[in-house]
């Protein structure tokens, strides 16, 4: 961390403590995800020219037409996929900043998350190998089928929005899992899908905006 992140790391403490109390006002209830977004710095996956606003509640650029989403979502999606328990093998597509991938390697075991875009990926990389965030597993490649070789997952998060849900995705779902989802194009809306013995229960939750998840690497 070189000198200026850390000068602004100081003020961070205090400004993410007010995240925190933000968070509880605006329903968010787990205090291990609360706990998990106050230990991670959100200003360091920002481009420095906007850090003073990384504690704000609102989504910001990240390059390559990108957002990271707001702390409220990444917090409600975190709260849902734990269902209040500790999650094993979880998985992430849409790496984006690499921030929701750092809040998840709080309160699960172990993280895999698949960026399409090789910048995004490389900065991700470096930056949560930087943050000594070891149980993240970081992967360049298209996530829209999810990721074969580390199915099946007890928790599933995609950061970004499919006009309908994969087959295939499902399927990478372990039983007893949860995948919390924005399913839509320009409605959307925040799923979340259980797997049981038996099949599949699908629940909307609240509307929601995020980027499109698009097919390909680039
Ligand atoms: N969780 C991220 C949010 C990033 S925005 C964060 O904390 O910053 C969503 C990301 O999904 C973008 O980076 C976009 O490139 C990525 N994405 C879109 N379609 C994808 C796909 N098919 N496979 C993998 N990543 C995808």
Redesign the pocket.
């Known amino acids: 961390m070189n000198s200026l992140h850390a000068g602004i790391g100081m003020t961070s403490a205090r400004t993410r403590g007010r995240m925190i109390e933000r968070l509880r006002t605006q329903g968010i209830q787990d205090e291990v995800v609360l706990a998990a977004m106050s230990s991670v710095p959100r200003h360091v996956?920002i481009d420095e020219a906007l850090s003073s606003r990384a504690y704000d509640d609102v989504s910001l650029p990240?390059g390559?037409g990108?957002?990271?989403?707001q702390p409220y979502i990444?917090a409600r999606m975190t709260e849902i996929l734990r269902n209040g328990k500790q999650l094993g093998r979880v998985l992430?597509?849409?790496?984006?900043?690499?921030?929701?991938?750092a809040v998840l390697a709080q309160v699960a075991k172990e993280v895999y998350s698949?960026?399409?875009?090789q910048p995004?990926y490389l900065r991700?990389k470096k930056q949560l190998f930087d943050l000594k965030l070891r149980n993240v597993n970081v992967r360049y490649?298209?996530?829209?089928s999810g990721l074969s070789d580390g199915a099946p997952f007890e928790g599933i998060i995609m950061?970004?929005a499919a006009p309908a849900l994969s087959d295939a995705l499902k399927e990478q779902l372990a039983v007893g899992g949860r995948m919390v989802l924005p399913i839509g194009t320009q409605e959307q809306y925040l799923y979340l899908i259980e797997r049981t013995e038996a099949g599949f229960r699908e629940t909307r939750l609240d509307a929601v905006k995020?980027?499109?998840?698009?097919?390909?690497k680039t």
Do not use: K
Not at 66 to 69: G, L
Not at 92 to 101: D, F, K, L
Not at 114 to 117: D, K, L, P, S, T
């Open positions: 996956f990240i390559h990108q957002t990271i989403s990444v992430e597509v849409g790496t984006g900043c690499g921030y929701q991938a698949v960026e399409r875009i995004l991700a490649a298209d996530g829209t950061a970004c995020f980027v499109p998840l698009l097919s390909g």
